[in-house]
């Protein structure tokens, strides 16, 4: 991803097609020189086809090409792509307007002028033409002229209604590179009957000017990687050059081949392709052709990484290179200026490059310009290097005019460490971006991503495509890190390791063979007049590693065991008892009369959530049932029921609220001076400012509203994880852009309702998605979303085990209905990961079918289990001698649409208690029967507790039997001294067999 989009990209999360298990279906229609030499095609006004099949343009608005029943094909959820490879003349006219390619009423592409091209899509309202609320794209530089070149425009539909967003990001391509990108909330595409003509004048310009190759429309969106290997493909094209590159002279080149034969493999050959790579990232072609020679004849001599560090480091004063047991780093010895001062990475173990390109690189927003690192007149020392075991620290001080900014680095074993610090004397720095970083692909056949979408989810093949952009911390980017692995467990992990947690802006994208990680914030301002100096909170860290997506999940849990004031540890007993014991969430269901009796059949008690107590509810209350509400914690006035089709009333009045002075004084302002607006059910609701004391006080009478009724013991806080938004307000008292704000706000109201407890102890709290921000200020996150594809529980190894509670998932709400497998697969993953069952339905459970039975005995293992999963960590998963089947199932609940979800057929996960004692608990969420051989870490005394057996069966952990699981079955293992729990467990696992489904329950309306 290029620099320039990171802040249109952060409006949105981009799923890659290999996250989405999406086939790269061929375009629906095509035109191929080659192929079709003008066939397919209408042609009209005598528009030449040449001897070559390309279609030949002299400016004649008489001319144009048109699709034959393309009218059919519209911009539509599944998403669209236009790709097209032409050329202009080399003497075009600076002023030319020229018509590309459209399709009336639904896009435009006209060449505007030197700076580039417009795009135009135009949307409906109310199924109607709606031209007055056209999307334009309208950037970019020169095309190039004479030269063919890739054209591309892109629609992806954006479908999160659930957090009031939903809507089209439209993008366009010249030569793989995005030049203009915009995100278009709730645009409803016109469905245009026009055909897709090229060349066609219109909108005043005139017809196309040049020839067309190949044209190709998709009825899906195409992803960035998929044009650039479409022009990688296509010898005559040439791929954009990202700033700061350039290519390597000759002399370089002949070099670095003629040193590459005698360097062989290994460090060697790295050191060869890192110096010619530096030339290419601009720096001096002379000094790297010198230090190539004196490598050439340092490769001579048979040395170990250690000596030829040091003999290198003697012979030439252009490079340092820096050597410890599990890694080498090529820098820049004392100055530069557009080059970057760190220049390759190698990691022993794999004998390969951690990184490649342009490392380590900086954006600032001074003023209203944008600096970079590679920005003319850039000049840079390296300063205060000291060599110590295992590694080294330097500082790079930048220096531009009256801006200074000074990096600091560490190499120490596997890690390096970075920070940044900047002053700007006359103007402010309000935005950074640091670092900017690209990986090399790892040496194994297949590459995986671990990426915090979510609970955590897997991206193969994430060279390729894969591709995660977003605002932390929020559902959509839960944590600030990312784990990259092979097939043989060769890992690099990459974070911002802060622990101010603020609000940042991050990007992980692959493509071409290599992973771009970008991390950016802002800086708070009194104002924008004055200068400032802003230092990056905490440090960017990338880490080797052997291991999975768990491993890197552990090495940040080190960041969050010594540095992070947020991190609770286990057990948490400052929340209120029932709530962390709690085992079972139902969800109420219009005029439900039936809870007393599941209180019967489930034997437990369990948690309603519910805007009223339902019936009976005295008599639940006697037996320890509980009750958690909705409120809104975001959104000025919120009422769920307003939509556009309210009676004009009641629209009146909640659209008086949100233009009120109240509101508009206390809700979040945007950089661009407008009132920060969420959308649900075509409602403009303001976003409060948590800053204000008006925003404060009302977020407290609403909570006391609720304890003092005395009817429910837990509040839900929805939207309290959602992205956290920057506000400019000069009047509330906090920083223009400050990204602690919100965050530091809202942990304020959570403490406060936390003390609400010295008068209401029962009262728990837990809010809508997971954002570690408020982890030690809350009690739970209800984590309906985490339905994702390739999910692993990435956050819960993290927070599970009674740090917090992890509060339901969504099933089959909002009528998007997933199969039956997958209802049940849903709730043992609850189970195996450390969260409380359900949060479906209660209709759901009508029916007397064995989703009860399911239900009932693993809510009375949770039950049987909370002494390790309110007081445990979360062990890495245990391996078997056999390949664990994968079920595929379809989950349903959010209102994007049920999707097929791939998860083992056993379920399991291994803890480790305080006290030392490790329990694994395994669950077939098959109807298939299995056996399968554990391969068991731990030493100790083994209890195996089974379905069906009152006593457990005692062996020698060394004597680990075979796992044998009947359909649906359970089983417990326990490896220590811990007698009690396996006992209890045992007699309650006896009575599984006897459960039955109980009575058929008629839905009441």
């Given amino acids: 991803m290029s620099k320039m989009n990171v802040r249109l990209l952060s409006l949105t999360i981009v799923l890659a097609l290999s996250l989405l298990g999406a086939t790269a279906t061929p375009p629906v229609l095509s035109y191929s020189a080659a192929r079709d030499h003008g066939k397919g095609l209408e042609i009209h006004g005598g528009l030449q086809v040449t001897p070559e099949g390309f279609l030949h343009f002299d400016g004649d608005e008489k001319q144009f090409a048109i699709f034959p029943d393309s009218n059919q094909y519209n911009i539509t959820p599944k998403g669209y792509g236009m790709l097209m490879t032409c050329r202009v003349p080399s003497d075009l006219s600076d002023a030319a307007l020229l018509a590309i390619i459209n399709k009336i009423h639904c896009f435009r592409a006209n060449r505007f002028n030197i700076k580039g091209l417009y795009v135009t899509m135009t949307p409906a309202a109310n199924g109607e033409l709606d031209e007055g609320s056209e999307v334009s794209l309208k950037a970019g530089r020169q095309l190039p002229y004479g030269d063919w070149f890739h054209f591309a425009i892109t629609a992806e539909y954006l479908n999160e209604r659930e957090q009031g967003r939903y809507g089209y990001i439209f993008r366009y391509f010249i030569n793989g590179e995005c030049l203009a990108e915009q995100f278009a909330p709730r645009f409803e595409p016109f469905q245009s009957k026009s055909p897709i003509a090229i060349g066609y004048p219109n909108n005043g310009s005139a017809s196309f000017l040049g020839d067309v190759s190949e044209v190709e429309i998709y009825d899906r969106y195409v992803p960035q990687a998929e044009l650039v290997e479409k022009i990688k493909a296509d010898s005559r094209l040439t791929l954009f050059t990202s700033p700061g590159y350039r290519a390597a002279s000759n002399g370089v080149k002949a070099a670095a081949a003629q040193v590459r034969v005698a360097a062989q493999d290994g460090y060697r050959r790295w050191l060869v392709d890192t110096l010619e790579q530096a030339e290419e990232m601009e720096a001096d072609s002379s000094t790297v052709l010198a230090t190539l020679w004196t490598v050439s004849k340092l490769f001579q001599a048979d040395m170990t990484p250690e000596d030829f560090a040091a003999a290198f480091n003697q012979k030439q004063d252009n490079f340092r290179l820096v050597v410890n047991s599990q890694a080498l780093l090529l820098l ?480 089959d709400s909002d009528n998007v209905l997933g199969d039956d497998e997958g209802w049940l697969c849903k709730v043992a993953t609850q189970l195996v990961y450390g969260e409380q069952l359900g949060w479906f339905s209660v209709k759901e459970i009508y029916p007397a079918t064995y989703r009860r039975v399911f239900v009932k005995k693993l809510a009375h293992l949770r039950l049987e289990l909370l002494g390790y999963f309110n007081d445990s960590d979360m062990l890495p998963f245990l391996k078997f001698q056999q390949k664990m089947p994968v079920m595929r199932n379809l989950w349903g609940g959010l209102r994007s649409g049920a999707v097929f979800v791939e998860t083992p057929q056993v379920l399991h996960t291994v803890w480790q208690r305080g006290d030392g004692n490790y329990m694994v608990i395994f669950v077939n969420a098959s109807p298939d029967a299995i056996r399968l051989t554990p391969k068991l870490p731990m030493a100790g005394k083994l209890s195996i507790c089974r379905e069906g057996a009152e006593v457990p069966e005692i062996l020698d952990s060394a004597n680990a039997p075979d796992l044998d699981l009947a359909p649906h079955a359970t089983e417990v293992w326990f490896i220590g001294n811990d007698e009690e729990t396996p006992a209890q467990l045992a007699k309650k696992m006896a009575q599984f067999p006897s459960y039955t489904p109980g009575e058929e329950i008629k839905d009441v309306q």
């Fill in 332 to 811: 820049v010895k004392k100055s530069g200026t557009t080059n970057p001062p760190i220049v390759g990475m190698y990691n022993r173990l794999t004998q390969c490059p951690v990184l490649t390109g342009r490392n380590f690189g900086w954006q600032l927003k001074v003023g209203d310009k944008t600096v970079c690192d590679y920005t003319h007149g850039v000049t840079y020392q390296i300063q205060d290097f000291l060599s110590f075991d295992d590694g080294a620290a330097f500082t790079v001080a930048w220096n531009l005019d009256d801006l200074t900014a000074v990096g600091k680095f560490q190499l120490q074993g596997t890690r390096l460490t970075a920070n940044l610090s900047a002053t700007s004397q006359s103007t402010p720095i309000s935005e950074y971006f640091f670092p900017i970083l690209r990986l090399n692909r790892l040496p194994g056949k297949s590459d995986t991503a671990v990426l915090p979408f979510r609970s955590g989810t897997l991206y193969p093949n994430f060279t390729s495509g894969g591709s995660l952009s977003g605002i932390y911390p929020c559902a959509d980017m839960t944590l600030p890190f990312m784990g990259y692995y092979d097939e043989n467990e060769n890992g690099v992990y990459v974070a911002w390791e802060d622990p101010s947690c603020c609000r940042k802006e991050i990007s992980f994208a692959g493509m071409q063979g290599h992973a771009d990680v970008i991390f950016g914030s802002t800086v708070g301002v009194k104002d924008f007049q004055n200068g400032n100096f802003f230092a990056m909170p905490g440090e960017a860290v990338i880490e080797l590693y052997q291991g999975d997506w768990f491993t890197a999940g552990q090495i940040y849990k080190r960041f969050l065991q010594t540095r992070a004031d947020w991190y609770p540890q286990h057990p948490r007993l400052d929340t209120p008892e029932w709530f962390r014991n709690n085992t079972l969430i139902i969800c109420e269901h219009k005029n439900c009369t039936s809870f007393p009796y599941f209180r019967e059949y489930f034997d437990l008690p369990f948690n309603i959530n519910c805007a009223r107590p339902p019936a009976g509810f005295d008599e639940l209350r006697a037996k320890g049932v509980k009750l958690k509400t909705y409120t809104n914690i975001r959104l000025w006035k919120y009422y769920p029921p307003v939509s556009d089709k309210s009676p004009k009333e009641v629209f009146d009045k909640y659209m008086g609220y949100q233009l009120s002075q109240e509101s508009q004084d206390n809700c979040i302002l945007q950089l661009d001076g407008t009132i920060r607006k969420e959308y649900y059910s075509n409602f403009p609701w303001n976003v409060g400012c948590p800053g204000t004391d008006v925003w404060q006080d009302m977020l407290h009478q609403t909570v006391l509203t609720h304890a003092t009724r005395g009817e429910m013991s837990g509040i839900y806080h929805d939207q309290l994880d959602s992205r956290p938004w920057l506000c400019y307000n000069p009047k509330h008292g906090h920083l223009l852009g400050d990204p602690c704000n919100w965050i530091r706000h809202y942990r304020l109201f959570l403490n406060w309702f936390a003390n609400q407890r010295k008068q209401y102890p029962d009262l728990a709290q837990d809010g809508e998605d997971f954002s570690e921000a408020y982890a030690r200020w809350t009690d739970g996150y209800m984590v309906w979303r985490f339905v994702q594809q390739n999910q692993v529980p990435l956050a819960q190894s993290l927070y599970s085990g009674g740090r917090v509670q992890f509060t339901g998932r969504t099933f």
